[in-house]
């Protein structure tokens, strides 16, 4: 968004103010009344505000999709995550594994701890399995924990470790997201063309750099 709404502001004309939070802080705050234009939050979570009348039925549109990603320390070598054969060799190789802490409530942690539950190899690789704080990369930054799963777009910003790669198509898993003109919105003409721009060709190639992919 840092770089797609000035290129939205000055092909369109119009200004835009934005917030930013997690999916379900801002969920909370439009259920409780606060004003908006433009939600951009989950899919299934705009699916649940349009249902409760928090946004305008109708104006929802799908725009982007981020998957899990495998990383490591920043300069140690990425192995190889390519195919399910391949991840599960590295995992068998590596001395631990890390992941967001399930119990936390995130969904990628939780996709990630069933993943690793239901693979062939769970047995062996449940002993080396570490949790930490969501959104909190520093263990494997720091070393203490050589290989990690996440959200791609928060491994791409996060200080101290590299992405290795997406998981295999066979085991991805994404986080959709989507956009929906706010049902108190005193701008929904605008609104419109800013949703209208964020699934746009123009937009694309933005999104593409950062790992999101259409849906």
């Known amino acids: ?28 705050r439009i259920q409780k009344g606060e004003a908006a234009d433009v939600v951009i939050v989950s899919g299934s979570q705009i699916g649940a505000l349009e249902k409760q009348g928090k946004v305008a039925s109708g104006s929802r549109v799908d725009f982007a999709k981020l998957g899990v990603g495998v990383f490591v320390r920043q300069g140690t070598p990425k192995p190889d995550v390519s ?25 990628i942690a939780t996709y990630v701890a069933d993943l690793l539950g239901r693979l062939d190899i769970a047995a062996d690789i449940k002993p080396k399995i570490r949790v930490f704080p969501p959104s909190d990369y520093s263990p494997i930054a720091k070393g203490d924990i050589e290989i990690g799963f996440g959200g791609i777009g928060e491994i791409l910003t996060a200080p101290g470790i590299e992405l290795v790669g997406p998981l295999p198509a066979a085991i991805q898993n994404y986080t959709l ?33 950062k790992s999101f992919e259409r849906p």
């Open 1 to 28: 968004m840092i770089e797609l709404i000035p290129q939205f502001e000055k092909s369109s004309g119009h200004k835009v103010s934005i917030d930013y939070g997690t999916v379900g802080g801002l969920v909370g």
């Open 83 to 107: 195919s399910v054969e391949a991840l599960q060799r590295t995992l068998l190789a590596a001395k631990s594994i890390g992941h967001a802490d399930p119990a936390r409530g995130g969904a």
């Open 177 to 209: 997201f989507a956009a929906a003109i706010a049902a108190s919105s005193k701008e929904q003409e605008a609104g419109k063309a800013l949703i209208q721009f964020l699934s746009s060709p123009a937009a694309a190639g933005v999104l593409k750099s």
